[in-house]
């Protein structure tokens, strides 16, 4: 079956006659993938060209959802922009219906309900991204916004639209919230100077800083600046 065209497959061994007689869930990963893709090239049929994918990330879903619309174009013979773009779509619209899970009524108890609520938003982003969480008096979500996105090791953040969110959904409190693609967990001397500033000034307008959460790609690895006792 290998090196054939998939139209030279037997019928039933084809991905997308699979889902028609049993279901998307009876998809191999490779399958899966390959049905994202559509077609493959002259030299691998498409199906070869999804485990070489998969084969490249070790077969680590969350590594596949790191790659770029650059590495997929220059990794994989045959992958063009058209091709990465429907990959990288397909990937996000799931990460979105992974944090859709959690809806925005939740209420936040402790540092890893917001681990929780945010990991699947922005922990397998290549870049910085800085949310701010908005909570009313009973501590419940009624709104997340992006408010700044940087490179892969830093984010400037410009208190103003910080604060902008809360002043117009009339929050109580907030939970700011950021990812550090790195992996490393731990703060830099700019993230604890960041949360001082953001601290004062949402007080200003009688807003509290519940809390500021570094997230990584491992969900057990991420620092809470209210557990360490810096708010």
């Given at each position: 079956?290998?090196?054939?065209?998939?139209?030279?497959?037997?019928?039933?061994?084809r991905p997308?006659?699979?889902?028609?007689?049993?279901g998307?869930?009876?998809?191999?990963?490779?399958e899966?993938?390959?049905?994202?893709l559509?077609?493959g090239t002259?030299?691998?049929n498409?199906?070869e060209?999804?485990?070489?994918?998969?084969?490249f990330v070790?077969?680590?879903?969350?590594?596949?959802?790191?790659l770029?619309?650059h590495?997929?174009q220059s990794?994989f013979?045959?992958?063009?922009e058209a091709?990465?773009?429907?990959i990288l779509?397909?990937?996000e619209?799931?990460r979105?219906?992974n944090a859709?899970?959690?809806?925005?009524?939740d209420?936040?108890?402790?540092?890893?309900d917001?681990v929780?609520?945010?990991h699947?938003m922005?922990?397998?982003?290549?870049?910085?991204?800085?949310?701010?969480?908005?909570?009313?008096?009973?501590?419940?979500v009624?709104?997340?916004?992006?408010v700044?996105m940087?490179?892969?090791?830093?984010?400037?953040?410009?208190?103003?639209?910080?604060?902008?969110?809360a002043?117009?959904?009339?929050a109580s409190?907030?939970i700011?919230?950021?990812?550090?693609?790195?992996?490393?967990?731990?703060p830099?001397?700019?993230d604890r100077?960041l949360?001082?500033?953001?601290?004062?000034?949402a007080?200003?307008?009688d807003v509290r800083?519940?809390?500021?959460?570094?997230?990584t790609p491992d969900?057990?690895k991420f620092?809470s600046?209210?557990d360490?006792?810096e708010?």
């Amino acid at each position: 079956m290998e090196n054939k065209a998939i139209k030279l497959w037997n019928e039933e061994e084809r991905p997308r006659e699979k889902i028609k007689r049993h279901g998307v869930e009876i998809l191999s990963e490779a399958e899966l993938l390959a049905v994202m893709l559509g077609s493959g090239t002259k030299d691998k049929n498409v199906v070869e060209l999804s485990r070489e994918i998969l084969d490249f990330v070790g077969g680590d879903l969350d590594q596949l959802a790191r790659l770029t619309l650059h590495e997929f174009q220059s990794q994989f013979k045959g992958i063009g922009e058209a091709k990465a773009m429907h990959i990288l779509a397909t990937l996000e619209f799931g990460r979105r219906r992974n944090a859709a899970k959690r809806g925005e009524d939740d209420s936040i108890r402790t540092s890893k309900d917001i681990v929780r609520l945010m990991h699947p938003m922005i922990s397998d982003m290549p870049v910085e991204q800085f949310w701010v969480i908005l909570l009313n008096r009973k501590n419940k979500v009624i709104g997340k916004e992006c408010v700044a996105m940087g490179g892969v090791s830093a984010v400037l953040v410009d208190m103003r639209l910080l604060l902008k969110p809360a002043i117009t959904r009339l929050a109580s409190s907030i939970i700011l919230c950021h990812n550090h693609p790195s992996g490393t967990v731990s703060p830099s001397a700019e993230d604890r100077a960041l949360t001082r500033r953001a601290a004062s000034a949402a007080e200003l307008i009688d807003v509290r800083l519940l809390d500021h959460v570094i997230i990584t790609p491992d969900f057990e690895k991420f620092y809470s600046f209210a557990d360490h006792g810096e708010l």
